[in-house]
Structures are given as C-alpha cells and as structure tokens.
T-cell receptor, first 115, second 111 residues
Framework: NAGVTQTPKFQVLKTGQSMTLQCAQDMNHEYMSWYRQDPGMGLRLIHYSVGAGITDQGEVPNGYNVSRSTTEDFPLRLLSAAPSQTSVYFC??????????????FGNGTRLTVT | EDQVTQSPEALRLQEGESSSLNCSYTVSGLRGLFWYRQDPGKGPEFLFTLYSAGEEKEKERLKATLTKKESFLHITAPKPEDSATYLCAVQANTGFQKLVFGTGTRLLVSP
C-alpha cells in the first residue's frame, strides 16, 4: 500500500528554471493538496483539488500552477523558480474534507533548493 | 482569520516524565482539530481528530483533549521513540477545504 508518493525527494534549481513536482496517490482519494513547510511558519496551503478537473488556490499560490487530469495524480509546476521558493513541499490527500472525518494523508516531501 | 498557536516550541523530557503540549486556536466555527506527528525527513502522520469541546481520544501514551479555545496533547510516561515534532491543525466550517497548521512542538525524550 504505497499511499501518497512524491518525486523527486531532492531537487536543486537555478533561479528562473522551471520544474514539476510529482504526486500520486493510490487510495482513490478525491481531495488532493500541496503544502509548503518553512522553518517557523508551519505548513501553508498552495493549491488544492476536490476532484479531477477541479483546482483552487490556497494561501500561497503565486508562482505555482497545478492541474488534475486524473484522480491519482496532482503535479505542482514551478513556472520560474525563485530563491523564495526554497522549501519542503508536501502533497496530501483525503477521501473528502467535506465529511470532516477523513484526515489528510501526507507524502514524504520534496526538498527544493533554488540558488 | 483562522489561527493556530502551539506551545512550547520545543520540549525536552526524561523518559517516563509526563507532560502536555498546547494548541490554542481561533476559528470561525470549528469543523475539526487534528493532531499529527512528524519525524525528521518525513511527512506528517495522522494521530487524532477532535470535533467538539469535551472530547478526548487516546492512542498508546498519547491523549488529546479539546476545549472551545485550545487542545492539549498529553504524553504519559514518554519513551525515546516518542521524540518527534507534533503538529496541530484546525479545519473551519467555512473554507473547510483548507487546514490551518500551527508551527509545531519539537519533543525530545532522553533515555
């Protein structure tokens, strides 16, 4: 049972480069989300999706794009990387946050450094 | 604006020395309060969900409680393997698709 799988685990980018962080879940969860975790700031929501074809912005969406073409996958795209995007990125999924009794399941993160 | 404040930032205990972690919150109607454990280099791992004041949940040496303004995570007779960062998050009735997280409490249990 893989749960939430994130790739890559580590990435170094130069300012201005673009890349895609991958996230896949095998639990048939309808809700998927991306968070970033920075020291002293806690986890902050970037984008989320409540189902295939539906995405919405979270607290810190600027500089990031998402799409949800399948239930399983929810990639996060950095369009033009900036040093301020150096962080640890977590993908999380849930059967449904609407119900309130289905917690988020997290992947093990992608540690991104932008130089 | 929904907010979560956790204290202390860090806590060092001796094995067997019980203590409590605090999570204070302000939210426009609480749908749920969540506790997670996070080990270094890993993603948060779900521990508990609490829904209403007075509710309690237990798992091994951990017990979570909830009031209208805060939640406590009580650790009874901790062991070194309980060392981790403990995160608290709230889900509001409005904007329920978003969880708001605290910055966590780093717990170190020494043998």
């Amino acid at each position: 049972n893989a749960g939430v799988t994130q790739t890559p685990k580590f990435q170094v980018l130069k300012t201005g480069q673009s890349m895609t962080l991958q996230c896949a879940q095998d639990m048939n969860h309808e809700y998927m989300s991306w968070y970033r975790q920075d020291p002293g700031m806690g986890l902050r929501l970037i984008h989320y999706s409540v189902g295939a074809g539906i995405t919405d912005q979270g607290e810190v969406p600027n500089g990031y794009n998402v799409s949800r073409s399948t239930t399983e996958d929810f990639p996060l795209r950095l369009l033009s990387a900036a040093p301020s995007q150096t962080s640890v990125y977590f993908c999380a999924s849930s059967y449904s946050l609407r119900a309130g009794n289905s917690p988020l399941h997290f992947g093990n993160g992608t540690r991104l450094t932008v130089t | 604006e929904d907010q979560v404040t956790q204290s202390p930032e860090a806590l060092r205990l001796q094995e067997g020395e019980s203590s409590s972690l605090n999570c204070s919150y302000t939210v426009s109607g609480l749908r749920g309060l969540f506790w997670y454990r996070q080990d270094p280099g890993k993603g948060p791992e779900f521990l508990f969900t609490l829904y209403s004041a007075g509710e309690e949940k237990e798992k091994e040496r951990l017990k979570a409680t909830l009031t209208k303004k805060e939640s406590f995570l009580h650790i009874t007779a901790p062991k070194p393997e309980d060392s981790a960062t403990y995160l608290c998050a709230v889900q509001a009735n409005t904007g329920f698709q978003k969880l708001v997280f605290g910055t966590g409490t780093r717990l170190l249990v020494s043998p």
